[in-house]
């Protein structure tokens, strides 16, 4: 089937305004993740859904952060009062149900969003 | 998560088999070794992971040594497509939030024609 998906694919905004990036997961995976990846940075962890769930949004910046996830499926990340230093490509992924005592479940990745803020 | 050590980049011809190394010599026996790579301007791609044995899958094999404290990853067959950073990672099946991924430099792999 198709692989994740996100959208838009960039996006340009001025700071100040508030932007929403959005990710399809892969249909019938129940664990979803927002990371973001800045020029020359690794991958850093936002927060996790379990279903409707968010039980760990440790990841988020701060409280002009939010997400949510709706019917166990599509997930939308708001961030208010764009700041230059939000710039970065977000990135999204989902997996089958992690379980413990068991090998991490791989994670599968959509093509991220670039997100420029002037 | 044990912490990883691999070469900033390697060239590999094109036909010819990749051997990435990583070295892991402070994992604990419930740490799973697993591979990522991300083609330039794609997200993140998962290859593989292991325990103790090799694996084999349609992308490539992975190779354990009998101590666990190194790994290789093996392209079988480098393609012009397989031009990447490729990060390896060490991760704990227990632990809450084992599930957060940490990528740190990798390899850049570069295949040449």
């Known amino acids: 089937g198709a692989g994740v998906s996100q959208s838009p694919s960039n996006k340009v905004t001025e700071k100040g305004k508030d932007v929403e990036l959005r990710c399809d997961p892969i249909?019938?995976?129940?664990?979803l993740y927002w990371y973001r990846q800045s020029l020359g940075q690794g991958l850093e962890f936002l927060i996790y859904?379990?279903?409707?769930?968010?039980?760990?949004k440790s990841g988020l910046p701060s409280d002009r952060f939010s997400a949510e996830r709706t019917g166990g499926s599509v997930s939308t990340l708001t961030i208010q009062r764009t700041q230059q230093e939000d710039s970065a490509v977000y990135l999204c992924?989902?997996?089958?149900?992690?379980?413990?005592?068991?090998?991490?479940?791989?994670?599968?990745f959509g093509p991220g969003t670039r997100l420029t803020v002037l | 998560d044990a912490k990883t050590t691999q070469p900033t980049s390697m060239d590999c011809a094109e036909g010819r088999a990749a051997n990435l190394p990583c070295n892991h010599s402070?994992?604990?026996?419930?740490?799973?070794v697993y591979w990522y790579r991300q083609i330039h301007s794609q997200g993140p791609q998962y290859i593989i992971h292991?325990?103790?044995n090799n694996e084999t899958n349609e992308m490539a094999s992975l190779i354990i040594t009998e101590d666990r404290k190194s790994s290789t990853l093996i392209l079988p067959h480098a393609t012009l497509r397989d031009t990447a950073v490729y990060y390896c990672i060490v991760k704990s099946i227990s632990g809450g939030s084992n599930y957060k991924l940490t990528f740190g430099k990798g390899t850049l792999l570069t295949v040449n024609p």
């Open positions: 859904f379990q279903g409707n769930s968010a039980p760990d």
């Open positions: 292991g325990l103790k």
């Open positions: 249909s019938g995976h129940t664990a």
């Open positions: 402070t994992i604990s026996g419930n740490e799973y």
């Open positions: 992924a989902s997996s089958s149900l992690p379980t413990s005592g068991r090998a991490l479940r791989e994670q599968f």
